[in-house]
Each structure stands twice: as C-alpha cells, then as structure tokens.
C-alpha cells in the first residue's frame, strides 16, 4: 500500500496522540487500518519513530525522507525548538545506525539534517555523529554501545575554549584540517575529554584547558580503542615507534 503525503501528516497526528498517552497504539492502528492510510506493520514503526524523536534515542527502523522532513518540521511547530533538537539528534543517531550495517548509506536522510540545520540556524557539526561518539543511552534494545562522548565535548563554550588554548591542530598527530583541505576544513576538530569518564562525579567541574584536548576523528577512535582510554602522550608514543 502506497504511503501518501497525507498519509504521513495523519499518522503524525495519531502518533502524537499515543505519545500523549490520548490514544492506545492499538486504537490508533485499528484507526489507520479503518481509513487505509497504510499496513499495519508500517503505521507501528512510524509511532514507534515519533517516541524515539521525541527521547532522542535511535530508531533503527527508516521513514523516507518526506515523512522524516515532515515530522521534523511538525515536532519543531508542536513542541519548540528544544525539542526539535532533541528529535533532529535521533535522526541522526538513526543515520549512524543505518550506515554501520554496510547496507547502503542514508545521505538523504543526512542531507534534511543538514537543511534544517541551516534553515533554523543551527550548528551543523552538532549533528555530524561519528560512530565513535555515541551515547550509551542513544539506541534502545540494548545495543551495544562504542564510546561515550559526554556534554563537555560538546559543550561550545568548553570546546571553544579548548581550542583557544591548543588550537584547530591534532594533539596527537597534528593533523590540520585547514591546511588540509582549506577553507572547507576551517574550525574543524574533535575535543576529547582526558577524564576517565568513570570518575567523573555529578559535582564535577570541567577545566577547558586541562581536561580537553583537540583531536582529529582518527586519533579520537584510536584514543579510544582502550578502555579507559589511551593518553595522548601514550598515543603519540605508538604513532611515532609505528612511524620509524
């Protein structure tokens, strides 16, 4: 059964209504099977998506990227601009996913990211997940989890900080994404938080300058292939014996 532009703009609003504990998931089904908006299986995943937009989680089920703008779009009217964030980040989560099953990759789902990003001035780098940054709480079902980025990486005023003090250069390679691949690589780096994450305690302070350090993606994986995670002097060490 074809999904139609009005289709989605209804299921949105039955899954809204479930959200909101308004309507039963059953009874929202019954109602989408009554109307033939779409099969039954199809209206569970698009609900099943709209609770994990609105918990920032990932789903691993897929929307085309209609009912995906179009939700995005209708989150950031119903609910603001926070929330919207919230649900702009579960899509992109939702990207890493799909693109970690070597299926085929979601550029076009990345692509409306990044549209919406510019459209409601947001930083687009926020949502630029790499594989190595997700969150443990970021997909349900218990999937496994890689490394934990906390907020003070993604702070901006920690990270500008951070990179006030070190600069835009790799601290363990030196790696310059400006003098690399010019203006297109201007004010690109990862901050990477030199804190075992497992001491860090709910009172903690995070000091820009002596906890974070500028990274490149690749450095920041292999920092973290250990846990806890390498030193950056200790990384340093095995780039320079592997490099002679």
């Given at each position: 059964?074809?999904?139609?532009?009005?289709?989605?703009?209804?299921?949105?609003e039955l899954s809204k209504q479930v959200y909101n504990s308004e309507l039963s998931a059953k009874h929202a089904i019954d109602l989408v099977e009554e109307e033939k908006l779409?099969?039954?299986?199809?209206a569970r995943i698009y609900i099943s998506i709209f609770?994990?937009?609105?918990?920032?989680?990932?789903?691993?089920?897929?929307?085309n990227e209609y009912s995906t703008e179009y939700f995005l779009e209708a989150i950031y009217t119903d609910y603001g601009h926070e929330q919207f964030l919230v649900a702009l980040r579960s899509t992109a989560l939702h990207v890493t996913?799909?693109?970690?099953?070597?299926?085929?990759?979601?550029t076009s789902i990345s692509k409306i990211i990044e549209r919406l990003s510019k459209k409601y001035r947001l930083d687009v780098e926020l949502f630029s997940i790499y594989p190595d940054e997700i969150d443990e709480k970021s997909f349900p079902e218990g999937m496994a989890?890689?490394?934990?980025?906390?907020?003070?990486?993604?702070?901006?005023?920690?990270?500008?900080?951070?990179?006030?003090?070190?600069g835009l250069s790799c601290s363990v390679c030196e790696?310059?994404?400006?003098?690399?691949?010019?203006?297109?690589g201007t004010g690109f780096i990862h901050v990477?938080?030199?804190?075992?994450?497992?001491?860090?305690?709910?009172?903690?302070?995070?000091?820009?300058?002596k906890d974070l350090v500028p990274v490149c993606?690749?450095?920041?994986?292999?920092?973290?292939?250990?846990?806890?995670?390498?030193?950056?002097?200790?990384l340093k060490a095995h780039l320079t014996r592997t490099s002679s």
């Open positions: 059964m074809k999904i139609t532009d009005e289709s989605v703009h209804r299921i949105y779409m099969a039954a299986g199809s609770k994990c937009l609105m918990s920032g989680v990932a789903h691993k089920r897929a929307m996913y799909y693109n970690s099953l070597n299926k085929g990759r979601r989890k890689k490394v934990v980025i906390n907020s003070f990486e993604r702070n901006k005023t920690a990270r500008n900080s951070c990179i006030e003090e070190y790696f310059n994404f400006e003098k690399a691949y010019g203006e297109l990477h938080h030199v804190v075992d994450i497992s001491s860090i305690g709910y009172a903690y302070q995070v000091d820009p300058k993606p690749n450095c920041h994986a292999m920092l973290h292939k250990r846990k806890p995670a390498f030193t950056v002097q200790e």
